[in-house]
């Protein structure tokens, strides 16, 4: 498990998402993943036999809509294709 750490670069406030080799581990708390990488993420706990509990609490992550169209219809044809 990576170690948790405030970046010192960063203002208290702020905290970037990123792992480094050193196992440092930032979180920018107001960066959501996209609607698709969810879905994604979902299907495939679901995919994997994952417990309920834990899928359903994957599903109460907040995410947002990719503002960039071609990238949101190809993941989104992973999805949905058969």
Do not use: C
Request: proline share 10%; net charge positive.
């Amino acid at each position: 498990m990576p170690q948790v750490a405030k970046s010192p670069i960063l203002s208290q406030q702020r905290l970037l998402e990123a792992i480094n080799d050193g196992g440092y581990r930032y979180i920018e708390p107001a960066l959501r993943p996209y609607d698709w990488y969810k879905a994604l993420v979902v299907a495939g706990a679901i995919e994997h036999s994952l417990p309920p509990a834990y899928v359903e609490w994957i599903r109460t992550f907040h995410s947002q809509p990719d503002p960039n169209v071609m990238r949101r219809a190809k993941n989104e044809r992973l999805l949905f294709s058969s």
